[in-house]
């Protein structure tokens, strides 16, 4: 017994191949052409995004343009390496730049993973040093594999592609920093890099855990601090982000590297409310994952990997 004429059937399921490739053809075009609700690119434009990782409690931060990328700090394990391998291109292991903005082990941990595995290009620290076993390693690899350093605060300004990273301080420049205190507001927070990242028209200033001190000396040296994007300093802890900084800096858009359910009250209740006071919006790692600032140097769009 036969269930269907075959001609007919023949037609029927030409019509549908017919269908499949039209339909295909349709959603392709709009998906090269299209611009997102998170301000993405068509692929034929030149964009740049910007990545606070959610690596925990610490900082890692990645700037890239195409193949070409910045890293700024990584974080407090080999979770780095896992969220590199995601967003960078499949088959990159080059990293044109990698920072790390002071030697505490949230930040230069993940970092030693990355040199061990990746081909870094460039390194751009500061001459403070950490008497941890993981900072020696970081130093070792650094000799070991001869990459070529630049220090902060001598060098000024880093460029990659069409993405620049200026130093607006080191904190060891004015001497705040001569030994660490744990627990405290200074110590090594305050010998952070602090960095503004430039592409087009649009800034990203980064703090790494620079405290309020920092803050007060970078409105003293700068005239304009504004930026469209702000990393909030030291994970939002009490001892950073005050109102006159945030009045200076006047950003859209805030960022906090945090962990969920971390032992030191990160971020401060004031400083949560304040942001909200100024009506800046505010996300965080713990809560949205990574949080991605996409930019073709004219606007910013934000796009996070969850909704609180």
Excluded: C
């Excluded at 291109?89 to 920072?99: K, Q, S």
């Excluded at 420049?173 to 205190?181: L, P, S, Y």
């Excluded at 858009?253 to 209740?269: D, E, L, M, R």
Aim: overall charge negative; charged content about 20%.
């Amino acid at each position: 017994m036969r269930f269907y004429h075959r001609p007919k059937f023949k037609k029927i399921l030409y019509g549908i191949i017919a269908a499949g490739f039209i339909f295909g053809v349709q959603a392709l075009d709009r998906a090269l052409s299209r611009t997102t609700d998170y301000g993405l690119l068509s692929t034929a434009a030149p964009h740049m995004t910007l990545t606070i990782m959610d690596v925990g409690q610490g900082d890692a931060i990645l700037a890239q343009e195409g193949d070409r990328q910045i890293l700024i700090d990584g974080g407090p394990d080999a979770t780095v390496l896992e969220k590199l391998g995601a967003l960078m291109p499949v088959g990159d292991r080059t990293i044109d730049l990698v920072v790390l903005t002071h030697p505490h082990a949230d930040h230069v941990s993940g970092l030693a993973q990355v040199l061990a595995r990746y081909d870094v290009q460039r390194v751009l620290t500061t001459d403070v040093p950490n008497d941890t076993a993981t900072f020696f390693t970081w130093r070792d690899l650094i000799t070991e594999k001869k990459i070529p350093v630049d220090r902060a605060p001598t060098t000024k300004q880093e460029i990659v592609g069409n993405m620049t990273y200026d130093v607006l301080t080191a904190g060891t420049e004015q001497g705040i920093v001569a030994t660490d205190h744990p627990g405290n507001s200074g110590g090594f927070n305050d010998a952070s890099i602090v960095g503004m990242l430039h592409y087009g028209k649009e800034k990203f200033l980064l703090m790494g855990d620079a405290t309020i001190d920092v803050e007060v000396s970078l409105r003293q040296k700068y005239t304009d601090l504004r930026a469209d994007f702000l990393k909030i300093g030291h994970h939002g802890s009490k001892y950073s982000t005050s109102e006159a900084f945030l009045d200076a800096v006047q950003p859209t858009y805030a960022a906090i590297s945090v962990g969920a359910k971390n032992t030191y009250g990160h971020p401060a209740w004031r400083v949560i409310r304040l942001l909200e006071k100024l009506g800046i919006i505010a996300y965080r790692t713990d809560r949205n994952g990574n949080i991605t600032a996409s930019t073709d140097g004219d606007s910013l769009q934000i796009q996070v990997e969850k909704l609180p």
